[in-house]
Nanobody
Framework: QVQLVESGGGLVQPGGSLRLSCAAS????????VGWYRQAPGKQREFVAA???????TYADSVKGRFTISRDNAKNTVYLQMNSLKPEDTAVYYC???????????????????WGQGTQVTVSS
């Protein structure tokens, strides 16, 4: 049984930082593509970042230069380092895993096979 568990969310002031973690089990993690998505109240879920098995990554324009995605295959964990946080980054953040590698699919949420339960990130003073 595949399980993805997000952690690291919380309340942070504008300009602050958080690091989210996505721990995976039940999947050959080292060859999986992992993505981060977020959903704010009243809005659709949106792509944030994704990383492939090789370490290749891509980001939404809204977070480029502020967020960094990385992976530690030995720990079956993907991280999302979020710096210079803004109130508009407030959302529930989800990680997702796909048993494929094509970078053209990174931004397509329907292509991911497994999803975590999400972790709340609130950016507010």
């Amino acid at each position: 049984q595949v399980q993805l568990v997000e952690s690291g969310g919380g309340l942070v002031q504008p300009g602050g930082s958080l690091r989210l973690s996505c721990a995976a089990s039940g999947i050959t993690f080292r060859i999986a593509t992992v993505g981060w998505y977020r959903q704010a109240p009243g809005k659709q879920r949106e792509f944030v970042a994704a990383i492939g098995w090789s370490g290749a990554s891509t980001y939404a324009d809204s977070v480029k230069g502020r967020f960094t995605i990385s992976r530690d295959n030995a720990k079956n964990t993907v991280y999302l380092q979020m710096n210079s946080l803004k109130p508009e980054d407030t959302a529930v953040y989800y990680c997702a895993a796909g048993r494929w590698y094509e970078s053209s699919r990174y931004r397509t949420s329907d292509d991911y096979d497994f999803w975590g339960q999400g972790t709340q990130v609130t950016v507010s003073s």
